[in-house]
DNA sequence: CTTCTTATGTTGACACTGACAACATAAAGG
DNA sequence: CCTTTATGTTGTCAGTGTCAACATAAGAAG
Protein backbone atom coordinates (compact mmCIF):
# COMPACT_ATOMS: atom_id res chain seq x y z
CA UNK A 1 0.00 0.00 0.00
CA UNK A 2 3.49 2.18 0.29
CA UNK A 3 3.77 2.22 -3.57
CA UNK A 4 1.79 4.99 -5.30
CA UNK A 5 4.03 4.97 -7.81
CA UNK A 6 2.98 7.81 -10.07
CA UNK A 7 2.74 11.28 -9.26
CA UNK A 8 4.27 14.38 -10.11
CA UNK A 9 7.42 14.07 -8.37
CA UNK A 10 8.31 10.05 -8.72
CA UNK A 11 6.74 9.32 -5.01
CA UNK A 12 7.18 11.89 -2.58
CA UNK A 13 5.93 10.19 0.16
CA UNK A 14 8.65 7.90 0.15
CA UNK A 15 10.98 10.37 -0.67
CA UNK A 16 9.91 12.40 2.42
CA UNK A 17 10.25 9.36 4.88
CA UNK A 18 14.18 8.93 3.53
CA UNK A 19 15.29 12.37 3.41
CA UNK A 20 13.95 12.68 7.34
CA UNK A 21 15.70 9.87 8.41
CA UNK A 22 18.50 10.86 6.62
CA UNK A 23 18.31 14.41 8.06
CA UNK A 24 17.61 12.69 11.94
CA UNK A 25 20.64 10.91 11.55
CA UNK A 26 23.21 13.90 10.72
CA UNK A 27 21.65 16.38 12.74
CA UNK A 28 19.01 15.22 15.55
CA UNK A 29 14.76 15.28 15.37
CA UNK A 30 14.87 18.51 17.00
CA UNK A 31 16.45 20.13 13.51
CA UNK A 32 14.13 18.57 11.14
CA UNK A 33 11.96 21.32 9.42
CA UNK A 34 9.22 20.16 6.67
CA UNK A 35 10.38 23.39 4.80
CA UNK A 36 13.77 22.26 4.49
CA UNK A 37 12.65 18.70 3.59
CA UNK A 38 10.76 20.32 1.06
CA UNK A 39 13.66 22.33 -0.53
CA UNK A 40 15.91 19.52 -0.32
CA UNK A 41 13.32 17.80 -2.32
CA UNK A 42 13.01 20.61 -4.74
CA UNK A 43 9.45 21.15 -3.79
CA UNK A 44 7.15 23.94 -2.11
CA UNK A 45 6.62 24.26 1.16
CA UNK A 46 3.69 22.71 1.46
CA UNK A 47 4.26 19.71 -0.84
CA UNK A 48 4.45 17.97 2.09
CA UNK A 49 0.98 18.33 3.56
CA UNK A 50 -0.57 16.52 1.20
CA UNK A 51 1.19 13.74 2.46
CA UNK A 52 1.52 14.15 6.02
CA UNK A 53 -1.05 16.47 7.64
CA UNK A 54 1.71 17.78 10.67
CA UNK A 55 5.21 17.45 11.47
CA UNK A 56 4.07 14.44 14.33
CA UNK A 57 2.49 12.77 11.34
CA UNK A 58 5.73 12.43 9.46
CA UNK A 59 7.74 11.54 12.57
CA UNK A 60 4.45 8.52 13.53
CA UNK A 61 4.67 7.35 10.14
CA UNK A 62 8.38 7.23 10.17
CA UNK A 63 8.04 4.95 14.05
CA UNK A 64 5.31 2.75 12.26
CA UNK A 65 7.61 1.44 9.35
CA UNK A 66 10.22 0.73 12.48
CA UNK A 67 8.22 -1.06 14.37
CA UNK A 68 7.32 -3.28 11.26
CA UNK A 69 11.27 -3.55 10.30
CA UNK A 70 12.02 -4.10 13.52
CA UNK A 71 9.17 -6.87 14.28
CA UNK A 72 9.84 -9.08 11.10
CA UNK A 73 13.90 -9.15 11.99
CA UNK A 74 13.02 -10.15 15.34
CA UNK A 75 10.22 -12.57 14.28
CA UNK A 76 13.02 -14.54 12.08
CA UNK A 77 13.84 -16.30 14.82
CA UNK A 78 10.71 -16.98 16.80
CA UNK A 79 10.41 -20.09 15.00
CA UNK A 80 13.09 -21.46 14.26
CA UNK A 81 13.51 -25.26 14.56
CA UNK A 82 17.17 -25.10 15.01
CA UNK A 83 17.04 -23.12 18.17
CA UNK A 84 15.66 -24.00 21.89
CA UNK A 85 12.94 -21.81 22.96
CA UNK A 86 15.62 -19.95 25.83
CA UNK A 87 17.90 -19.42 22.73
CA UNK A 88 15.10 -18.14 20.39
CA UNK A 89 14.46 -15.60 23.40
CA UNK A 90 18.01 -14.73 23.61
CA UNK A 91 18.32 -14.42 19.74
CA UNK A 92 15.68 -11.99 18.99
CA UNK A 93 16.90 -9.75 22.03
CA UNK A 94 20.07 -9.72 20.39
CA UNK A 95 18.85 -9.00 17.07
CA UNK A 96 16.78 -6.03 18.31
CA UNK A 97 19.76 -4.81 19.85
CA UNK A 98 21.94 -5.17 17.09
CA UNK A 99 18.86 -3.67 14.77
CA UNK A 100 18.70 -0.62 16.71
CA UNK A 101 22.75 0.37 16.39
CA UNK A 102 22.27 -0.40 12.07
CA UNK A 103 19.66 1.66 12.61
CA UNK A 104 20.13 4.77 14.63
CA UNK A 105 18.12 7.40 13.80
CA UNK A 106 15.24 5.38 13.48
CA UNK A 107 15.71 3.77 16.96
CA UNK A 108 15.65 7.44 18.16
CA UNK A 109 12.80 8.88 16.79
CA UNK A 110 11.25 5.35 17.78
CA UNK A 111 12.35 6.37 21.76
CA UNK A 112 11.63 10.02 21.64
CA UNK A 113 8.85 11.02 24.00
CA UNK A 114 7.12 13.69 21.76
CA UNK A 115 6.09 11.03 19.29
CA UNK A 116 4.89 9.07 21.81
CA UNK A 117 2.47 11.61 22.76
CA UNK A 118 1.04 12.50 19.01
CA UNK A 119 1.23 8.56 17.73
CA UNK A 120 -1.70 7.68 15.86
CA UNK A 121 -3.38 4.43 15.25
CA UNK A 122 -1.56 2.84 13.03
CA UNK A 123 1.56 3.05 15.15
CA UNK A 124 -0.24 1.84 18.31
CA UNK A 125 -1.24 -1.04 16.02
CA UNK A 126 2.30 -1.90 14.85
CA UNK A 127 3.21 -1.49 18.37
CA UNK A 128 0.83 -4.20 19.50
CA UNK A 129 2.07 -6.94 16.81
CA UNK A 130 5.49 -5.94 18.05
CA UNK A 131 4.13 -6.97 21.61
CA UNK A 132 2.28 -9.89 20.55
CA UNK A 133 5.48 -11.41 18.89
CA UNK A 134 7.38 -11.38 22.26
CA UNK A 135 4.49 -11.97 24.40
CA UNK A 136 4.77 -15.57 23.08
CA UNK A 137 8.25 -16.11 22.57
CA UNK A 138 8.65 -14.81 26.82
CA UNK A 139 5.44 -17.17 27.50
CA UNK A 140 7.80 -20.03 26.10
CA UNK A 141 10.94 -19.45 27.53
CA UNK A 142 9.26 -18.95 30.50
CA UNK A 143 8.07 -22.70 31.11
CA UNK A 144 11.98 -23.34 30.00
CA UNK A 145 13.15 -21.87 32.87
CA UNK A 146 13.18 -18.16 32.03
CA UNK A 147 13.35 -16.78 35.43
CA UNK A 148 10.12 -18.83 36.39
CA UNK A 149 10.10 -18.02 39.80
CA UNK A 150 9.30 -14.23 38.43
CA UNK A 151 5.77 -12.48 38.40
CA UNK A 152 5.25 -12.64 34.44
CA UNK A 153 3.47 -9.09 34.82
CA UNK A 154 7.47 -8.35 35.53
CA UNK A 155 8.57 -10.58 32.92
CA UNK A 156 7.69 -8.46 29.86
CA UNK A 157 9.00 -4.95 30.89
CA UNK A 158 12.08 -6.37 32.11
CA UNK A 159 13.00 -8.31 28.75
CA UNK A 160 11.22 -4.98 26.67
CA UNK A 161 12.84 -2.50 28.92
CA UNK A 162 15.97 -4.31 29.05
CA UNK A 163 16.80 -4.72 25.69
CA UNK A 164 15.62 -0.95 24.31
CA UNK A 165 17.78 0.35 27.55
CA UNK A 166 20.42 -1.34 26.26
CA UNK A 167 20.00 0.04 22.60
CA UNK A 168 19.43 3.22 23.70
CA UNK A 169 22.63 3.41 25.92
CA UNK A 170 24.86 2.30 23.12
CA UNK A 171 22.99 4.39 20.11
CA UNK A 172 22.77 7.95 22.50
CA UNK A 173 26.34 9.65 21.88
CA UNK A 174 26.08 11.23 25.39
CA UNK A 175 25.55 8.19 27.54
CA UNK A 176 27.57 5.78 25.89
CA UNK A 177 30.39 8.80 26.02
CA UNK A 178 30.05 9.60 29.62
CA UNK A 179 29.77 6.41 30.77
CA UNK A 180 32.82 5.23 29.37
CA UNK A 181 31.41 2.38 27.03
CA UNK A 182 35.51 2.45 25.59
CA UNK A 183 34.91 -0.39 23.55
CA UNK A 184 31.57 -1.01 22.31
CA UNK A 185 30.70 -4.54 23.90
CA UNK A 186 29.42 -7.28 21.54
CA UNK A 187 25.55 -7.33 21.39
CA UNK A 188 25.88 -11.34 22.23
CA UNK A 189 27.43 -10.77 25.60
CA UNK A 190 24.85 -8.25 26.32
CA UNK A 191 21.46 -10.22 25.18
CA UNK A 192 23.52 -13.60 27.18
CA UNK A 193 22.98 -10.82 30.62
CA UNK A 194 19.44 -10.67 29.02
CA UNK A 195 18.04 -13.89 28.60
CA UNK A 196 21.09 -17.08 29.60
CA UNK A 197 20.23 -18.87 26.40
CA UNK A 198 21.13 -22.09 28.86
CA UNK A 199 19.04 -23.65 31.20
CA UNK B 1 25.89 27.75 43.66
CA UNK B 2 22.44 28.16 42.72
CA UNK B 3 20.96 30.95 45.18
CA UNK B 4 21.35 34.17 43.48
CA UNK B 5 18.23 35.14 45.97
CA UNK B 6 18.50 38.14 45.13
CA UNK B 7 17.40 39.73 41.76
CA UNK B 8 14.00 41.74 40.29
CA UNK B 9 11.53 39.09 39.84
CA UNK B 10 12.81 36.90 43.18
CA UNK B 11 14.93 34.28 41.83
CA UNK B 12 13.98 33.59 37.87
CA UNK B 13 16.14 31.19 37.22
CA UNK B 14 15.22 28.72 39.87
CA UNK B 15 11.67 29.76 39.10
CA UNK B 16 11.96 29.09 35.31
CA UNK B 17 13.31 25.51 35.97
CA UNK B 18 10.22 24.91 38.02
CA UNK B 19 8.08 26.22 35.46
CA UNK B 20 9.71 24.53 32.86
CA UNK B 21 9.30 20.93 34.65
CA UNK B 22 5.69 21.34 34.98
CA UNK B 23 4.87 22.94 31.42
CA UNK B 24 7.09 19.56 30.61
CA UNK B 25 5.00 17.48 32.38
CA UNK B 26 1.67 18.45 30.99
CA UNK B 27 2.24 19.15 27.34
CA UNK B 28 5.84 17.51 26.91
CA UNK B 29 9.36 18.80 25.98
CA UNK B 30 8.32 20.02 22.49
CA UNK B 31 6.07 22.18 23.61
CA UNK B 32 8.25 24.37 25.80
CA UNK B 33 8.47 27.58 24.49
CA UNK B 34 10.65 29.89 25.90
CA UNK B 35 8.21 32.90 25.24
CA UNK B 36 5.26 31.04 27.16
CA UNK B 37 7.55 30.48 29.86
CA UNK B 38 8.51 34.06 30.64
CA UNK B 39 4.56 34.84 30.00
CA UNK B 40 3.52 33.15 32.86
CA UNK B 41 5.91 33.66 35.01
CA UNK B 42 4.97 37.40 34.29
CA UNK B 43 8.39 38.72 32.14
CA UNK B 44 9.43 40.01 29.45
CA UNK B 45 10.35 37.42 26.60
CA UNK B 46 13.89 38.10 26.42
CA UNK B 47 14.34 38.21 30.29
CA UNK B 48 15.11 34.08 30.29
CA UNK B 49 18.21 35.09 27.96
CA UNK B 50 19.84 35.98 31.16
CA UNK B 51 20.13 32.97 32.77
CA UNK B 52 19.98 30.55 29.90
CA UNK B 53 21.23 31.33 26.56
CA UNK B 54 19.07 29.18 24.84
CA UNK B 55 16.48 26.63 24.88
CA UNK B 56 18.71 23.66 24.48
CA UNK B 57 20.84 25.64 27.52
CA UNK B 58 18.06 25.54 29.82
CA UNK B 59 17.13 21.79 29.47
CA UNK B 60 20.85 20.85 29.20
CA UNK B 61 20.37 22.63 33.31
CA UNK B 62 16.78 20.73 34.21
CA UNK B 63 18.85 17.27 32.91
CA UNK B 64 22.09 18.18 35.05
CA UNK B 65 20.24 18.56 38.34
CA UNK B 66 18.34 15.63 37.47
CA UNK B 67 21.21 13.32 37.45
CA UNK B 68 22.54 14.79 40.50
CA UNK B 69 19.14 14.30 42.24
CA UNK B 70 19.47 11.17 40.69
CA UNK B 71 22.91 10.36 41.87
CA UNK B 72 22.22 11.55 45.30
CA UNK B 73 19.22 9.35 45.59
CA UNK B 74 21.23 6.55 44.60
CA UNK B 75 23.66 6.96 46.36
CA UNK B 76 22.02 6.45 49.65
CA UNK B 77 22.00 2.60 49.32
CA UNK B 78 25.94 2.54 48.21
CA UNK B 79 27.82 2.18 51.50
CA UNK B 80 24.20 0.59 53.66
CA UNK B 81 26.26 -1.42 55.90
CA UNK B 82 22.78 -3.49 56.70
CA UNK B 83 22.86 -5.07 52.99
CA UNK B 84 25.02 -7.63 51.43
CA UNK B 85 26.78 -6.00 48.44
CA UNK B 86 24.60 -7.43 45.77
CA UNK B 87 21.27 -6.28 47.95
CA UNK B 88 23.33 -2.98 47.32
CA UNK B 89 23.03 -2.85 44.06
CA UNK B 90 19.81 -4.36 43.69
CA UNK B 91 18.46 -1.68 45.91
CA UNK B 92 20.23 1.04 43.50
CA UNK B 93 18.73 -0.05 40.85
CA UNK B 94 15.34 -0.63 42.17
CA UNK B 95 16.09 3.16 43.28
CA UNK B 96 16.42 4.52 40.24
CA UNK B 97 13.61 3.46 38.41
CA UNK B 98 11.42 4.79 41.40
CA UNK B 99 12.99 7.86 41.30
CA UNK B 100 12.02 8.15 37.56
CA UNK B 101 8.52 7.12 37.97
CA UNK B 102 8.30 9.59 40.49
CA UNK B 103 10.13 12.33 38.04
CA UNK B 104 8.62 11.91 35.08
CA UNK B 105 8.95 15.07 33.42
CA UNK B 106 12.50 15.30 34.46
CA UNK B 107 13.13 11.71 33.31
CA UNK B 108 11.99 12.35 29.99
CA UNK B 109 14.15 14.79 29.39
CA UNK B 110 16.74 13.22 30.11
CA UNK B 111 16.16 10.37 28.05
CA UNK B 112 15.59 13.08 25.07
CA UNK B 113 17.88 12.35 22.12
CA UNK B 114 18.25 15.88 21.38
CA UNK B 115 19.31 17.07 24.66
CA UNK B 116 22.37 14.60 25.07
CA UNK B 117 23.10 16.14 21.47
CA UNK B 118 23.96 19.66 22.97
CA UNK B 119 25.34 18.77 26.12
CA UNK B 120 27.26 20.73 28.21
CA UNK B 121 30.39 20.72 30.04
CA UNK B 122 28.31 20.52 33.59
CA UNK B 123 26.06 18.05 32.55
CA UNK B 124 28.62 15.53 31.36
CA UNK B 125 30.18 16.10 34.56
CA UNK B 126 26.90 15.21 36.24
CA UNK B 127 26.80 12.13 34.27
CA UNK B 128 30.29 11.21 34.97
CA UNK B 129 29.80 11.46 38.70
CA UNK B 130 26.56 8.97 38.69
CA UNK B 131 29.01 6.43 36.40
CA UNK B 132 31.67 7.05 39.18
CA UNK B 133 29.23 5.38 42.01
CA UNK B 134 27.78 2.62 39.86
CA UNK B 135 30.89 1.45 38.67
CA UNK B 136 32.01 1.32 41.78
CA UNK B 137 29.09 -0.63 43.10
CA UNK B 138 29.04 -2.78 40.11
CA UNK B 139 32.53 -4.07 40.36
CA UNK B 140 32.11 -4.91 44.08
CA UNK B 141 28.77 -7.00 43.52
CA UNK B 142 31.04 -8.62 40.50
CA UNK B 143 33.34 -10.04 43.22
CA UNK B 144 29.87 -11.46 44.93
CA UNK B 145 29.06 -13.28 42.00
CA UNK B 146 26.68 -11.31 39.90
CA UNK B 147 27.16 -12.42 36.55
CA UNK B 148 31.15 -13.16 37.49
CA UNK B 149 31.18 -15.41 34.18
CA UNK B 150 30.52 -12.45 31.61
CA UNK B 151 32.52 -9.66 30.48
CA UNK B 152 33.13 -6.38 32.45
CA UNK B 153 32.23 -4.49 29.63
CA UNK B 154 28.84 -6.31 28.93
CA UNK B 155 27.83 -5.79 32.64
CA UNK B 156 27.95 -2.07 32.88
CA UNK B 157 25.76 -1.18 29.82
CA UNK B 158 23.27 -4.22 30.80
CA UNK B 159 23.01 -2.48 34.51
CA UNK B 160 22.62 0.62 33.57
CA UNK B 161 20.27 -0.03 30.32
CA UNK B 162 18.62 -2.80 31.70
CA UNK B 163 17.52 -0.29 34.70
CA UNK B 164 16.90 2.95 32.29
CA UNK B 165 14.84 1.21 29.73
CA UNK B 166 12.47 -0.11 31.96
CA UNK B 167 12.21 3.15 34.09
CA UNK B 168 11.80 4.71 30.25
CA UNK B 169 9.11 1.92 29.01
CA UNK B 170 6.89 2.38 32.56
CA UNK B 171 7.11 6.23 32.22
CA UNK B 172 6.56 6.03 28.10
CA UNK B 173 2.18 6.54 27.94
CA UNK B 174 2.70 5.04 24.63
CA UNK B 175 4.37 1.88 25.28
CA UNK B 176 2.68 1.24 28.73
CA UNK B 177 -0.26 1.23 27.03
CA UNK B 178 0.74 -0.70 23.81
CA UNK B 179 2.65 -3.21 25.38
CA UNK B 180 -0.70 -4.06 27.74
CA UNK B 181 1.29 -3.07 30.70
CA UNK B 182 -1.91 -3.13 32.69
CA UNK B 183 -0.87 -3.51 36.08
CA UNK B 184 2.17 -1.65 36.75
CA UNK B 185 4.59 -4.57 38.03
CA UNK B 186 6.38 -4.05 41.32
CA UNK B 187 9.75 -1.80 40.84
CA UNK B 188 11.37 -4.60 43.65
CA UNK B 189 10.03 -7.56 40.85
CA UNK B 190 11.87 -5.65 38.34
CA UNK B 191 14.98 -5.08 40.27
CA UNK B 192 15.38 -8.62 41.10
CA UNK B 193 15.24 -9.42 37.60
CA UNK B 194 18.47 -7.04 37.47
CA UNK B 195 19.86 -8.06 39.93
CA UNK B 196 19.43 -10.91 42.06
CA UNK B 197 19.89 -9.60 45.63
CA UNK B 198 21.02 -13.37 46.68
CA UNK B 199 24.08 -15.17 45.52
C1' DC C 1 -10.67 12.66 -28.16
C1' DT C 2 -13.25 15.42 -24.68
C1' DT C 3 -14.89 16.19 -20.12
C1' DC C 4 -15.19 15.55 -15.32
C1' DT C 5 -13.03 14.31 -11.06
C1' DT C 6 -9.45 13.52 -8.10
C1' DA C 7 -4.63 13.62 -6.65
C1' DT C 8 -0.94 16.36 -6.16
C1' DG C 9 1.75 20.67 -6.00
C1' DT C 10 2.06 26.01 -5.52
C1' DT C 11 1.45 30.63 -3.63
C1' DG C 12 0.43 33.58 -0.13
C1' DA C 13 -0.62 34.42 4.46
C1' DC C 14 -0.71 34.10 9.64
C1' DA C 15 0.70 33.54 14.26
C1' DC C 16 4.36 31.83 16.68
C1' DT C 17 9.19 30.77 17.88
C1' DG C 18 14.32 31.31 19.30
C1' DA C 19 17.68 34.48 19.03
C1' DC C 20 20.04 38.91 18.90
C1' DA C 21 21.05 44.04 19.73
C1' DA C 22 20.11 48.29 21.91
C1' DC C 23 18.31 50.32 25.65
C1' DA C 24 16.62 50.80 30.64
C1' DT C 25 16.72 50.17 35.41
C1' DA C 26 17.71 48.14 39.70
C1' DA C 27 21.34 46.43 42.87
C1' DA C 28 25.79 46.44 44.74
C1' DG C 29 30.20 48.18 45.91
C1' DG C 30 33.63 51.57 46.09
C1' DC D 1 27.81 59.92 45.67
C1' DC D 2 29.27 57.61 41.55
C1' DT D 3 30.45 53.58 38.95
C1' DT D 4 29.91 49.03 37.70
C1' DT D 5 27.41 44.98 37.20
C1' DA D 6 23.23 42.14 37.10
C1' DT D 7 18.91 41.82 35.48
C1' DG D 8 14.84 42.93 32.66
C1' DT D 9 12.52 45.32 28.45
C1' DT D 10 11.56 46.62 23.67
C1' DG D 11 12.11 46.02 19.02
C1' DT D 12 13.51 43.28 15.30
C1' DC D 13 14.77 39.32 12.35
C1' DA D 14 14.71 35.02 9.91
C1' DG D 15 12.67 30.67 10.22
C1' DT D 16 8.79 27.45 11.34
C1' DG D 17 4.22 24.73 11.11
C1' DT D 18 -0.15 25.21 9.49
C1' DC D 19 -3.96 26.71 6.78
C1' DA D 20 -6.78 28.37 2.69
C1' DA D 21 -7.10 29.47 -2.08
C1' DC D 22 -5.56 28.51 -6.34
C1' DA D 23 -3.28 25.72 -10.22
C1' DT D 24 -2.21 21.77 -12.78
C1' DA D 25 -1.39 17.07 -13.85
C1' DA D 26 -3.29 12.26 -14.02
C1' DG D 27 -6.86 9.19 -14.60
C1' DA D 28 -11.62 7.81 -15.23
C1' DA D 29 -15.89 8.26 -17.74
C1' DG D 30 -18.41 9.48 -21.57
Chains 1, 2 share one sequence.
Do not use: C
Not at 11 to 23: G, I, M, P, Y
Not at 136 to 152: C, L, N, Q, V
Not at 159 to 173: E, R, W, Y
Amino acid sequence: MNDKAAYHHGNLRKALLEEAVTTIEAQGVEALSMRQLAASLGVSHAAPRRHFESKGDLLSAIVTDAYTELTEAVFAHADDPALSRLERLNAMSRTAIDWALANRAKFQVMTNPDVSRFADEALKAALADFSAVLAKAITEARSDGFHDDAPMEALFPFLIGSTVGIAKLLTDPLMAGALNIAKEPQTGDLADLIVSPEE
